[in-house]
């Protein structure tokens, strides 16, 4: 009797792996994802034909990540040739700051036909509730990891800066980076490109070459003793064949940043411009600035310095706000853009300082001579309009608890209401925001300072023009310091919306109560 042939073995999937490495996770590097990524693959019958890696990269957006976003497009274009992607783990797709962001992503995958694995999870991505679920607390502690990890390291930073110790960045003209040890002692000067190679070691400034300690004297001089102006210094120095750098020669924009750089009397200053987690950079108020004084060996007379900055800002205070704004539309016609760099190297302008001091922004100043930068800069109007409308707001809400017979003792500088003596209140105004898949979503990030006992969140429409309803929260129902709101939270969360805040301030309304005989 014929034996009968071996049943065949089933045909292996076609899988693509995507692995990624930033520089805070050096312990997971793409080698050991692909190490367990391969035993996912042969336990569970695929195949990898492809890899798509992001070294060095952070996780926060899709930006900067060229191979996720080959990936992505391999899947939308149908020239993936592959039907699943394995991934070491959710946090390896991304620590999106949005984990609607990070959802979005995988559903283009899943749209076309192609599942997304995570290999090193604990629950399979088969699409159920608990999947989804799971995922979705992962996705959320992905972002909450580097939120907190941004906050631990400006602080690290800050204390640093404090102590009179330079926080990265080129040390300037004249002066040059010297690495000190742990316990103070100085190492060397580190060259144009070098760093630090041990943690404990710390860095300052120190005065440079005698010639580029001479020039930048020379500047103040001149600028303060002699009259001349910016342009005027910088052709001067040119003439004189004095380099700024090996490859650069002198501009205005550089005489002025040199003119008004603390660092050439000494201080440490940071934190003036911010860079968090990927988002936009903005420019901080002073408030804001972390600083230690005469950190460093001057330069130039501190007398010398503040000098030249009131030349600098008595210049720019002579212009009315017409002739700032008409200077401005002069060169946006000239050059058909303007920007920061553009004001500040064209001689007779005030800086771009001057102008967001001015105006508020470079951007509101720019509105109001018609020019629209390339980039959206519309948050930063809608985060104006509604700070200035959360005292309105304040004010109206005391006004119906008082006529309610209630009485408000206003804490931290109207910041909290404490009612009738008995509860606190704090009001949080959410701006709307849309996703890149059409979706509504509404960031609210609770002050863990004044830790009221309930926080009232006035949720905006999509124009950001009027309160779309209330969440009532308390206190002891909140678990975490910020909260995502979508358009729909279900009951867990819905049962603190309203529509209107009337029947909470009806809470608040004393009753005098009869005593019977």
């Known amino acids: 009797m014929p034996r009968p042939e071996p049943s065949a073995l089933p045909a292996k999937i076609r899988a693509a792996q995507y692995v990624r490495m930033s520089t805070e996770h050096q312990q997971y590097s793409t080698s050991n994802q692909q190490d367990a990524i391969l035993e996912y693959a042969v336990q569970r019958g695929f195949e990898i034909v492809r890899t798509y890696a992001d070294e060095g990269k952070s996780g926060l957006s899709v930006e900067g990540r060229n191979s996720l976003k080959q990936l992505i497009a391999d899947v939308q274009n149908e020239e993936a040739d592959f039907q699943a992607i394995l991934v070491y783990d959710v946090s390896r797709w991304g620590r999106f700051q949005d984990a609607d962001e990070s959802a979005y992503y995988e559903y283009l995958c899943k749209r076309a036909g192609i599942d997304v694995h995570y290999c090193a999870e604990q629950f399979e991505n088969d699409g159920g509730p608990t999947s989804t679920i799971i995922k979705s607390v992962k996705r959320a ?8 990890l941004s906050s631990k390291v400006f602080k690290g930073q800050s204390r640093l800066i404090e102590l009179g110790f330079r926080q990265g960045g080129p040390a300037g003209y004249g002066l040059r980076r ?10 060397g000067v580190l060259k144009s490109g070098d760093r630090k190679s041990l943690q404990t070691d710390r860095v300052i400034l120190v005065p440079g070459p005698k010639e580029e300690r001479r020039t930048v004297r020379q500047v103040f001089d001149w600028f303060v003793n002699d009259g001349l102006n910016e342009r005027e210094i910088s052709a001067r120095l040119n003439d004189a064949d004095v380099l700024y750098e090996p490859d650069r020669r002198w501009s205005r924009g550089v005489v002025h940043r040199l003119l008004t750089n603390e660092k050439y009397i ?3 200053v940071w934190n003036r411009r911010s860079f968090k987690l990927k988002r936009r950079r903005v420019i901080n108020p002073p408030e804001m600035w972390v600083r230690k004084d005469q950190a460093f060996d001057p330069l130039v007379p501190a007398e010398l310095f ?3 900055r009131g030349i600098i800002q008595e210049r720019c205070r002579r212009f009315s706000d017409d002739q700032m704004l008409e200077l401005l539309k002069s060169l946006f016609g000239k050059h058909g853009r303007v920007s920061g760099i553009l ?6 302008m005030p800086s771009s300082l001057a102008y967001r001091s001015r105006f508020g922004s470079l951007i509101r100043a720019y509105q109001l001579i018609g020019y629209a930068p390339g980039r959206d800069y519309g948050y930063l109007e809608i985060n104006r309009t509604l700070r200035s409308m959360h005292p309105d707001i304040i004010e109206g809400s005391i006004q119906e608890l008082l006529e309610r017979g209630a009485t408000v003792e206003r804490l931290h500088d109207n910041e909290k209401l404490l009612i009738n003596g008995e509860y606190s209140l704090s009001i949080v105004i959410a701006r709307c925001r849309r996703t890149e898949a059409g979706s509504y979503r509404w960031l609210i990030r609770f002050d863990q300072l004044l830790r009221p006992d309930i926080t009232i969140v006035v949720r905006m429409n999509a124009k950001n023009s009027a309160a779309l309803d209330y969440y009532v929260l308390p206190r002891i129902d909140l678990r975490r310091w910020n909260l995502r709101l979508a358009e729909f939270n279900g ?3 819905d049962t603190y919306r309203f529509d209107s805040l009337a029947g909470f301030w009806d809470l608040a309304r004393r009753t005098m109560i009869e005593v019977a005989a």
């Open 343 to 348: 004001i500040d190297e064209t001689e007779g």
């Open 306 to 308: 503040f000098v030249a």
């Open 141 to 148: 502690m992905a972002g909450e990891y580097s939120r907190e």
């Open 266 to 268: 000494g201080n440490n």
């Open 491 to 493: 009951a867990q969360l």
């Open 178 to 187: 010297m690495l000190i040890d742990v316990q103070g002692s100085e190492k």
